[in-house]
């Protein structure tokens, strides 16, 4: 069997994992590249997926880095089945329809900021069309029943405890008359989440694909992450002001609702504090997982039986429209706010930002990875203003970080799921969707405490498996690394350094008045400078 990293080879986004032998070429997952502009052209380029060769393909999870692409491979050919959990499709259904709409409205507005300069319009990744068709491909798999979606491929899902519905791999093949078995690890969530259950443990595998995302760190104790929400909470309501959390649309968003209905119970939630959800896409996505209860686990399942639903908060209201949105702020006095997107970089939350983050007795609550160059992580390391919509925005508001809400296995978590396996010494671990640092780390530990040599693969690395023998690395390190518009950079810099230089003589003879205008500019100019170097 041949396996082709197509995507989170040292990277968290893009999962895509193309395997091959003489009878089958399918994959799993097929994420959308997301991060710098370059990693982002990725996106573009399916010619090395073959998408009318694939004969079908296997979701772990509705996330748009493990499925953000699927629209694009069904429009460049793929016509074969999409096999998931019914709540992994449900949530596809309306995450990859959003993601159709973000992909023509970005696709208009660089097409109107292309065609001032004489340039051809830019077309969509893919458009909402694509999005529909790839729908009709869907289809449900439950959790513990094997199937067969291939001749010689038998597959078994496992709940991953990382999202509702979301799913890790078994997967067995026959080849020379040898049966084989891998186990795709998809994203490991974390024991003893709110909604759903613990990952489950697998006892044997030939190979083993483990995600890394927090390989070299562990998450800070969240025994007292309740306290901390609630913290954050008094604080807001104490000053009357209002609780901002940025949090993805699925699972995140849905869990803070069911921590809030923990603290309301506590009396730590004043009935008079309304809690918005202000994200369309979230609260589609909380009605997705009100139908699917019985992918919760015990607990939630027990508490709707007693008639104490964790999605019904009495003080819940959805904001759907961008009106709904804006009366938020419009209204004063003290709220919880959940707004997308978990990073800040997008969405309505920039927003609630711009109107509370400089307010000093409001709180901001993180709740969930923030990737570097991000507003959040911005916040988050302490910066004293940020820009929001070409403006500054001073950091007044307290700000609170609650690591508890994780939905990925920290170091020592993943560690435990692995030593779960039997018979370590027959185990060949591949370490996938991490950040090189995070998998050299976590590499490292395997060494010292399993005594196996993992291997770490690169972007589009071909990988053959036999049992018994040496894993098999080809690498194109041209293939491996993201090309750099040097050239570009360097014309975009010229012409940036030349404005700037335009800029500070105006500001030199101008009055003061034109000189507090010009010295906005010269800012804008200058910032956007540092972001030129940085992607140096």
């Known amino acids: 069997m041949k396996i082709t990293f197509m995507g989170a080879a040292q990277t968290v986004t893009g999962s895509c994992y193309i395997l091959e032998n003489g009878r089958n070429r399918f994959s799993i997952d097929c994420g959308m590249h997301q991060g710098n502009a370059e990693i982002e052209k990725r996106n573009l380029n399916m010619a090395p997926y073959r998408p009318s060769e694939l004969d079908f393909v296997l979701v772990t999870h509705a996330h748009i880095d493990h499925t953000g692409l699927l629209p694009r491979l069904v429009a460049k050919g793929f016509k074969g089945p999409i096999y998931a959990t ?219 039986a007693a008639g104490r639903h964790p999605l019904d908060l009495p003080n819940l209201r959805f904001s759907q429209t961008r009106d709904d949105s804006q009366a938020i702020n419009n209204t004063p006095g003290p709220a919880v706010v959940i707004s997308a997107s978990g990073m800040a970089n997008a969405g309505r939350i920039k927003h609630h930002l711009r109107h509370n983050l400089w307010r000093k007795g409001a709180s901001i609550v993180f709740v969930g990875f923030q990737a570097e160059g991000t507003p959040g992580r911005k916040i988050v390391n302490g910066a004293r203003k940020i820009l929001l919509f070409g403006e500054e925005v001073a950091v007044a508001a307290r700000v609170f970080t609650i690591n508890g809400f994780s939905g990925h296995a920290g170091q020592s978590e993943l560690m435990d799921w692995l030593k779960s396996f039997k018979d370590h010494n027959q185990l060949r671990v591949i370490l996938t969707h991490g950040e090189a640092k995070s998998q050299e780390r976590l590499a490292a530990l395997i060494r010292e405490t399993l005594h196996l040599e993992p291997h770490i693969p690169a972007y589009r690395e071909e990988l053959t498996l036999e049992p018994g023998q040496a894993m098999q690395p080809v690498v194109d390190a041209d293939k491996a690394a993201p090309r750099i518009d040097w050239e570009f950079l360097l014309q975009d810099s010229e012409r940036l350094y030349a404005e700037f230089r335009k800029r500070v003589e105006q500001v030199q003879t101008r009055t003061w008045t034109d000189q507090t205008e010009l010295r906005d500019r010269v800012l804008d100019v200058n910032r956007r400078m540092v972001e030129l170097i940085s992607e140096l």
């Open 86 to 304: 019914p709540p992994t499709l449900d949530l596809m259904r309306i995450m990859l329809l959003d993601s159709a709409h973000i992909q023509e409205m970005e696709a208009e507005w660089r097409t109107r900021k292309r065609q001032r300069h004489g340039q051809a319009a830019e077309l969509a990744l893919y458009t909402t069309a694509d999005a529909e068709a790839c729908l009709n491909l869907f289809k449900p798999v439950e959790y513990g029943k094997p199937f067969e979606p291939g001749e010689g491929v038998r597959v078994v899902y496992r709940d991953a405890g990382h999202i509702l519905g979301s799913a890790l791999i078994e997967l067995e093949y026959e080849e020379n008359g040898k049966s084989t078995k891998l186990v795709f690890s998809g994203d490991l969530g974390r024991p003893h989440q709110l909604l759903v259950e613990d990952p489950s443990l697998v006892e044997t595998t030939d190979y083993l694909f483990l995600e890394s995302t927090y390989g070299d760190r562990n998450h800070k104790d969240d025994s007292n992450s309740l306290d901390e929400l609630a913290e954050a909470v008094a604080y807001a309501h104490r000053n009357g002001e209002k609780v901002i959390i940025p949090a993805f649309a699925v699972e995140r968003s849905q869990q803070i609702i069911y921590a809030l209905s923990l603290l309301r119970e506590q009396g730590r939630l004043p009935a008079d504090m309304p809690v918005y959800l202000d994200s369309p896409l979230a609260i589609q996505a909380t009605e997705v997982f009100r139908r699917h209860p019985e992918y919760f686990d015990e607990e939630t399942r027990e508490r709707i």
